[in-house]
Nanobody, 124 residues
Framework: QVQLVESGGGLVQAGGSLRLSCAAS????????MGWFRQAPGKEREFVAR????????YYADSVKGRFTISRDNAKNTGYLQMNDLKPEDTALYYC?????????????????WGQGTQVTVSS
């Protein structure tokens, strides 16, 4: 079992930045790939970014490419999502997830464990 807890969400103006954290406990975090997803009200959960277990492979949704950066610190059992140049359409509940696939997945079905989410609200 892996327990995931997100933090770092909040209210920010358009153009601002936030850094989300995902603290993992339980089984060895470094053996799992990690992903970030988001879900806006009335919409399905959508892929944002993923990172391999080693951190050497990263992939982003087109909507966030160039603005968001996913990273991880396996020594601290923590993953991160740095979000810059935020836009109102980035407003959503953000989830981190852990996957047994080496590179993770862009699909929610590719993840075994999920956090409870942290709210990000971007005002115009």
């Amino acid at each position: 079992q892996v327990q995931l807890v997100e933090s770092g969400g909040g209210l920010v103006q358009a153009g601002g930045s936030l850094r989300l954290s995902c603290a993992a406990s339980g089984r060895t975090f470094s053996t799992y790939a990690m992903g970030w997803f988001r879900q806006a009200p009335g919409k399905e959960r959508e892929f944002v970014a993923r990172i391999s277990w080693s951190g050497g492979n990263r992939y982003y949704a087109d909507s966030v490419k160039g603005r968001f950066t996913i990273s991880r610190d396996n020594a601290k059992n923590t993953g991160y999502l740095q979000m810059n140049d935020l836009k109102p359409e980035d407003t959503a509940l953000y989830y981190c997830a852990a996957s047994t696939y080496s590179y993770g997945s862009t699909s929610t079905s590719g993840y075994n464990y999920w956090g409870q989410g942290t709210q990000v609200t971007v005002s115009s």
